[in-house]
């Protein structure tokens, strides 16, 4: 019996400043000096996205698949990826003051098909490719107990906190995905999410929930536990962000666990050179299945509108019981509720040790409104199965070569 260590996670720490301007003294008056305050942070904002990109593939699979991919599955097919509208009121406690906010975000674009939770747009995964989602939706409270810091509580459906890459492409430096990201972590959970903040240094997080990318509906009636644990080190130059996910997952089944473990680590090498790790294990006690894996970011700023980047990842799916391809709108879903596949197309990778090494650059060109918030991330990718395995190009080669590129556009 494989026993599972809760790993250890890191949230940044943000530093507000205030600005104070000074007026010169005329010439022949009294020399006088003013203080004038900014306008305050709105607390309410509506904000979003949108990202479009398209991947090409030269050996064109006929199943128009890039195999292992999710967000940038589709060869030589532009894609409307995300058109994401934010409403939120952040989080801003004084000291010993209670606080609330909320969060709400509404999505419409082809990466919908896989992360919907069962229960919420689940049933809208037809045929389109391009579909509605609500990522996220809770409310947020801050009490000022336990520690100086206090207690968040999160209500309602949110994103993991697991990983080192996240569905908002913002915050992402790559066009493609991770297998880590695809299939080693959740991408949501409903329930509730306690945070801790224990010290400027340390937060603990515990929350109960109703399981993997569930909502409404649930494939097994149980509750799993989300949780883990923050370091912000060296004056937030470098950061550890360990998290879990565990409870029982399987359809029909409410006592074998599943473990999705990650530790992911930022360490700022200089102001312009960042290091990110993402180490990830994981474990179905239904099906015996192991998975494990390493990516390696590193990237370079040079100046304020170029960044170049590289990733490698080693992912073993030892029991060939995480990797897949899914070719069909619905598939995804229909994984999730425990009915059989319907499109022969949808594939596994079989027990493969994956590698896949990434290069690109982001460029956000200095722009008027309304193009100010334009990002472009063109990048070429080569993934290879390590031990003789052929998942890729309708399950017919060892290796596969991409290029891709998308354009975000933020508002």
Known sequence: MLRILTPLLAVSLALLGSIVAFLPARAGQEETKATASPTPEPRFKISGWIESGITFNPDSPADNQNFGRFFDDRANEPLLNQAVLNLERALAPQPGQFDWGFKLQFMYGSDARFIHSLGLFSDTAGTSIVQPDLPEAYLNLHFPIISEGGLDLKLGKFVTLEGVETIDPRTNFFYSHTYIFNFGIPFNHTGALATLHATKWLDLY???????????????????????????????????????????????????????????????????????????????????????????????????????????????????????????????????????????????????????????????????????????????????SLNNTRPFNDSSDRDQFTAGIDFILTF
């Open 206 to 384: 515990a929350g109960v929930t109703r399981g993997v990318n569930t909502s409404i509906d649930d494939n097994n009636d149980s509750a799993s536990f989300h949780g883990g644990v923050g370091l912000n080190l060296l004056d937030g130059k470098l950061t550890v962000l360990a998290t879990t996910s565990i409870g029982p997952e399987t359809p029909n089944n409410n006592h074998d666990q599943r473990y999705l473990n990650d530790i992911a680590v930022t360490a700022k090498i200089t102001d312009k050179f960042t290091s990110l790790t993402d180490l990830n294990y994981a474990l179905d006690e239904v099906a015996g299945a192991q998975a494990y894996g390493i990516a390696q970011y590193f990237t370079y700023a040079f100046n304020s509108w170029l960044t170049a980047g590289i990733r490698g990842e080693l992912f073993r799916d030892a029991d060939g019981f995480y990797v897949v391809s899914f070719a069909n709108t619905h598939d995804p879903m229909r994984a999730l509720e425990g009915l059989s596949t319907i499109d022969p197309r949808t594939v596994g990778g079989g027990k493969t040790t994956y590698g896949a090494i990434t290069a690109g650059v982001n460029i956000k060109p200095p722009m008027p409104k309304p193009l100010a918030g334009m990002a472009i991330r063109p990048e070429v990718r080569y993934d290879r």
